[in-house]
């Protein structure tokens, strides 16, 4: 099964208005971290937010929040007030803790495109 | 205000040659990682260090070799190049693995071609 979904390839959205990019995951692991990168044009990978399974609040960073729901093992990345900037691919990943030690797992990624 | 420095950029290999990727940090960071991206397949772990002087293998080891140089530096070698290792690489540190917010900090990458 794969640790990591985004069924979004590519997405659309108006500039200023808001945006919903989708992350399901799987792990048995009771202690993980949930993380959102932006890769731009440019190629390089640019930490966004950063959700831990033992957080009770939905993590916040500027016009970036991270809607996590636990039970349904989701964790989508809300952009709020897009702008032209934000045109980029997204990456959901995972960092869980079993035997094999820490492990890191990317989803495959989302190509949002803001329209002026 | 360096943070995580790769070279080369940019790399063409022919198949059967060995080639060493180099990766620096200067964050003071415990762990580090290589990864690979292919296209739409996202980012795969190949080897990390969790702090100097260990190694662990990710998702994907095969092929491949790495060395914890120092603090600073983490390898990763190829030793017999194959097709199937065209990629782009990434290397990315992160404060220690034993924490929570355990952010990584990513390299520009290195795009390699194997012919």
């Known amino acids: 099964a794969q640790k990591i979904t985004q069924t979004q390839p590519g997405m659309f959205v108006q500039e200023k208005e808001a945006v919903t990019l989708d992350c399901t995951y799987d792990?048995?692991?009771?202690?993980?971290?949930l993380f959102w990168y932006k890769q731009p044009s440019s190629g390089e990978m640019i930490f966004l937010i950063y959700?831990?399974?033992?957080?009770?609040q939905n993590a916040t960073e500027g016009r970036y929040s991270l809607n996590f729901q636990k039970a349904r093992k989701s964790a989508n990345l809300v952009i709020s007030a897009s702008q032209l900037g934000d045109s980029a691919m997204y990456f959901c990943a995972m960092r869980e803790t079993l035997n094999t030690g820490n492990q890191f797992y990317f989803g495959t990624g989302t190509s949002l495109t803001v329209i002026p | 205000n360096a943070g995580v420095t790769q070279t080369p950029k940019f790399q063409v290999l022919k198949t059967g040659q060995s080639m060493t990727l180099q990766c620096a940090q200067d964050m003071n960071h415990n762990s580090m990682y290589w990864y690979r991206q292919d296209p739409g397949m996202g980012l795969r772990l190949i080897y990390y260090?969790?702090?100097?002087?260990?190694?662990d293998k990710g998702e994907v080891p095969n092929g491949y070799n790495v060395s914890r140089l120092n603090k600073r530096e983490f390898s990763l070698r190829l030793e017999s190049a194959a097709p199937s290792q065209t990629s782009v690489y990434f290397c990315a540190s992160s404060a220690g693995t034993g924490l929570a917010k355990n952010i990584q900090y990513f390299g520009a990458g290195t795009r390699l071609s194997v012919l």
């Open positions: 959700q831990g399974s033992y957080d009770q």
């Open positions: 792990t048995s692991d009771p202690s993980y971290g």
């Open positions: 260090s969790a702090s100097e002087g260990t190694t």
